[in-house]
């Protein structure tokens, strides 16, 4: 199936280069989407010098820091103007997402709709990660899973496929959260879409090079977007339960 893989960037010049390399190596059709919030490492640039050599390497260049989220809606609507391409990844630049793994999703992804690459379920796992940061993604991923009745074991993970058609059934203008919380919201709309997901086992390393762009303000936004889902879902299933007996009497 022909392939994109979207990476959002900011300040990534360490590692975007090698990525880049290891992607090209995974076969001979994959594509790469690199979404570069005006970094001022640099990163961009590095980008649009490799593009120029491989038609399969493409940048977009948005003028500033505009947010995980919105930098994924702009590399999966980049995608859905392009009629070949059949599958999107998601996947972060800093090597904690691994290359090997791609052909695994790609594999999967012909009898799935979306592929999660999971850390909790056997045989995967992360690896140089302190207590604190193994709290927080495992709580942020079960928190998301009581409260919104989702079955999966990595709510919170940004290692991805979707089938093209997946991301044309989403209303992707409803997706508005940025980090933990726009991977959860992603996953809540495809599984109350009733689209087939899949969980493969992916190793998360720490990243190699440069800093961690997990921030306080992107804890809370996830967490209240997880109750503001709920509160969502409660609204309409009342509004169902309000209308049905009058569509039954119309019948």
């Not at 959860?184 to 998360?204: G, S």
Request: hydrophobic share 35%.
């Amino acid at each position: 199936m022909k392939a994109l893989v979207v990476i959002p960037t900011y300040n990534e010049k360490e590692n975007i280069a090698k990525l880049i390399g290891e992607l090209m190596k995974v076969n001979g059709e994959l594509e790469v989407l690199v979404v570069d919030d005006g970094s001022p490492d640099g990163t961009g640039e590095i980008v649009r010098a490799l593009a120029r050599e491989n038609e399969r390497v493409h940048v977009i260049h948005r003028p500033g820091k505009m947010g995980l989220g919105t930098a994924y809606i702009t590399g999966f609507r980049y995608a859905l103007k392009r009629p070949d391409i059949e599958c999107i990844l998601e996947m972060d630049a800093d090597f904690s997402h691994q290359p090997k793994y791609i052909k695994d999703f790609l594999r999967e992804i012909k009898e799935y709709d979306v592929v999660l690459g999971s850390r909790y379920i056997p045989g995967g796992g992360v690896e140089n990660w302190g207590w604190s940061r193994r709290l927080l993604s495992k709580g942020g991923s079960l928190f998301a899973r009581l409260v919104l009745g989702l079955p999966y074991r990595d709510c919170t993970g940004g290692f991805r496929c979707y089938r093209r058609q997946v991301l044309e059934q989403i209303d992707l203008n409803t997706i508005t959260s940025e980090g933990f919380g726009f991977q959860v919201e992603m996953l809540y709309a495809c599984h109350q879409n009733k689209f087939r997901i899949k969980e493969i086992p992916i190793i998360f390393p720490d990243r190699r090079e440069g800093t961690s762009k997990i921030s306080r303000k992107i804890v809370l936004e996830a967490f209240c977007m997880v109750l503001k889902l709920r509160i969502l879902h409660k609204q309409s299933f009342r509004k169902t339960l309000l209308e049905s007996p009058v569509q039954a009497r119309g019948k």
